[in-house]
């Protein structure tokens, strides 16, 4: 239940909660929730078990142990909101250090729905993604869009890396974002 801060410093201690009663009063009183999805993949069903953190990152509280045996990780910013896009470079810088090394990395610019009160470009994201190599999407919870298809592309890539064999095509998942992607209106026409 407890756990190590990240970057390494040790000494201070952080709750991981795993149930409401859990909780300390500074900290996120919502367990970190793990929830399985299932996506068919070229006819073959995958199941994904998914690990929110459940708002911990905002305390910076989300530790090693969450994600160092990830296969993949879901990154997301809210794109009406500054500070959670300049928190994408530590997370990367921390993930890069901790994660393992061959782990997927997605990043999700999320609340694409909202766009009278976007603060953070789209190209903002793609130029942060192509910085670090990773690919894109922005989405929307609410509306649904590009939610399955971040899902979808994971699961291709996970199968893909675990059945890669000389004669299969190579999968780049980057491409397949690109190519299947929904993009949000920018301009509301009268
Ligand atoms: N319009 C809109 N609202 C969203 C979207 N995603 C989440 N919200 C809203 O934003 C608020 C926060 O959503 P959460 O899912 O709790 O966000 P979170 O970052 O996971 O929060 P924690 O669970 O505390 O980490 C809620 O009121 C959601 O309904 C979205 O894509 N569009």
Redesign the pocket.
Known sequence: KWAPAPSGKGELLLPRPQAEGDCLTLL?C?PAGLFNKVVTVDGMRVKLQIW????Q??FRSVTHAYYRDAQALLL?YDITNKASFDNIRAWLTEIHEYAQRDVVIMLLG?????SSERVIRSEDGETLAREYGVPFLE????TGMNVELAFLAIAKELKYRAGQSADEPSFQIRDYVESQKKRSSCCSFV
């Open positions: 996120p919502k929110d953190t459940a708002g990152e905002r997301l999320n609340k694409a729905d909202m989405t929307s919870a609410k």
